[in-house]
């Protein structure tokens, strides 16, 4: 329904093993992309990044050290293609 209406929203898939996660986000991806609209699938662990058609971090789409300080920032450049989409 959100596709359809053109709203952004962000989804948070969590589930135990062998619920189908992967297949439900590459599914909802596709059909997204083939509508024309930007979408991002992101893990949060490259174990489970593999799975994505993507294959995508958190840390690799933001920018995210993996050393966190009290001072960290995220890495994305004003005039960078992620920082548009977001």
Partial sequence: MTVTNNQGHLFF???TGS??????????AAEVRRRG????????SEI???LLNERRT???YFKISLSIHEDSVAGLK????MFLVL
């Fill in 78 to 81: 004003c005039n960078s293609y």
């Fill in 37 to 44: 609209q930007v979408v991002l699938c992101i893990a949060s």
């Fill in 58 to 60: 958190s840390h690799s």
């Fill in 19 to 28: 619920y189908r996660k992967t297949f439900l986000c590459n599914t909802i």
């Fill in 48 to 50: 489970a990044a593999l």
């Fill in 13 to 15: 898939i969590h589930a």
